[in-house]
């Protein structure tokens, strides 16, 4: 009996130390399965998406954050493997209860279970759609591609970026001699500039030669001209006489302000007045040796409004590659600007304006009003610039926008409307840049309407079409 009894808790003892094993060996039995059906998987997939096959070590479950780098095959199956896995685990789990364990042919049962389940799953389309939108989201970039490369050609590649950093150097050191090549013509070009100046005043007036000039519809004027002078000679020379002759140019800086988008904008109703003293403005380039900048000079006649004759503003340029980001160097830019003080007359500062506030005493109830200065728009805060930040300091949005706009116009300045002040006058110089705007714009709506008619043509499959010739190459 005691033998029973011993040896009845020893068969227990057993069957209980067995049914951990058992379990295990289903679960065994269960990812094996699973891994196998994995590798079909695989395989499928690589060979319709032309993608290597990953070798059999690379077939497991990704590391947290890892799946974004796996390949499309590998991405997609190793998630299918650990659900495959999990789910055969768990089948292991089930196959005995209350201490029962299983035999092998239950476990091979349910390993035969899955892999008709995984055939099932892969066979659906919504499944198989779900996957589809998610390798689509899988974003695919040239870093991507790059560290995908062997070590020894991303050693190369680092060779390449190291000589481009030479070569943005020597990018530089080319802008910095166009720099001097600028302020060399500039000596050249300021004898005629300061004519111009004489011209726009009245100081001088142009010689019949210096005042010919043959405009494109002299012909029809002249034709038109010969048939009505019989008529009103005799009134032409009465308005002649009778017509007045102002001095010089009137208004001629102010014009241009006005036909100028992007400095009409600026300018303001009370700053109108002010601008019609304006009579030149210069561009002066730094000195040899000094850092590399520019200056423009504003010249104003004597006037009610203040006692500067010129005002200034200083744009500072940089011309070498940045140390942080080499790659980004394209030439010469601004990077930052100083104004100058305005010594307005008694109540003329137009960058101020004047308001009441009411306030109320708290204890005693009474009112009184105070008078205070707050800034106003004015094309003359031009010349109280935002400062480019620096030590560290970082500015917020609008005043990035306000300072890359204040960089844009002084460029503006220097390299269309000083050089070209009289084609801004006439309009001529904004007339050429909207005919170049629109014929781009123009030529662009034509070659997509072009690909339409071949779009169409092409569904329809006509033989007889003559195949269109090619467009002329359009000289700019």
Not at 22 to 51: H, I, P, Y
Not at 72 to 81: I, R
Not at 367 to 384: A, E, H, L
Request: hydrophobic letters at 30%.
């Amino acid at each position: 009996m005691g033998g029973g009894v011993v040896g009845g808790h020893g068969g227990a003892a057993s069957g209980a130390s067995e049914a951990p094993a058992a379990a295990s060996a289903a679960a065994a039995a269960g990812v094996r399965s699973g891994r196998a059906a994995l590798g079909r998987v695989t395989s499928t997939w690589c060979q319709e998406w032309d993608l290597k096959e990953p070798a059999p070590e690379e077939r497991r479950p990704p590391e947290p954050n890892e799946g974004e780098e796996l390949g499309k095959g590998v991405y997609l199956a190793s998630h299918l493997y650990k659900t495959l896995g999990d789910q055969n685990t768990q089948m292991a789990d089930n196959s005995f209860s209350d201490g029962v364990p299983s035999d092998a042919l239950e476990a091979a049962k349910n390993a035969s279970h899955t892999e008709k389940l995984t055939d099932q799953v892969m066979q659906n389309p919504q499944v198989l759609a779900a996957l589809q939108e998610r390798l689509d989201s899988v974003s695919h970039t040239p870093s991507s591609y790059i560290e995908t490369l062997p070590k020894a050609v991303r050693r190369r590649i680092n060779a390449l970026k190291q000589l481009q950093v030479r070569c943005a150097h020597i990018e530089a050191k080319f802008y910095e001699e166009v720099h001097d090549l600028e302020r060399k013509y500039a000596a050249l070009y300021q004898p005629l500039f300061d004519k111009r100046r004489e011209f726009i005043t009245g100081d001088v007036e142009p010689t019949d030669a210096e005042s010919e000039w043959h405009s494109d519809n002299e012909e029809e004027d002249k034709l038109a001209g010969d048939m009505k002078n019989k008529v009103v000679i005799a009134e032409k020379e009465a308005a002649t006489a009778e017509e007045p002759n102002p001095k010089g140019i009137p208004e001629f800086w102010f014009t241009i302000f006005r036909n100028v988008d992007m400095l009409s904008e600026l300018v303001q109703e009370y700053d109108e007045p002010i601008l019609k003293h304006l009579q030149d403005i210069k561009v002066k380039f730094s000195d040899p040796g000094q850092p590399m900048s520019f200056v423009l000079e504003f010249h104003f006649e004597p006037n009610d409004y203040f006692t500067n004759s010129v005002l200034t503003k200083t744009y500072k340029m940089k011309s070498e590659p940045d140390k942080a980001d080499p790659f980004s160097f394209e030439g010469p830019e601004i990077v930052d600007c100083d104004g100058c003080v305005i010594d307005w007359k008694k109540g003329k500062n137009v960058t101020v304006k004047t308001i009441k506030k009411k306030q109320k005493h708290k204890g005693r109830g009474t009112v009184r009003t105070i008078t205070k200065q707050v800034p106003n728009d004015s094309f003359f805060n031009f010349f109280s610039p935002l400062k480019a930040s620096g030590d560290g300091e970082s500015l917020d949005e609008d005043s990035e926008f306000t300072l890359a706009s204040d960089f844009e116009i002084g460029h503006f300045f220097r390299e269309r409307v000083v050089p070209r002040a009289v084609l801004y006058f006439t309009g001529e110089a904004i007339e050429d840049n909207d005919s170049f705007e629109e014929g781009e714009e123009g030529e662009e709506e034509e070659l997509e309407g072009d690909e339409e008619g071949e779009d169409e043509d092409d569904a329809d499959i006509n033989p007889k079409k003559e195949p269109s010739q090619p467009s002329e190459c359009k000289q700019q």
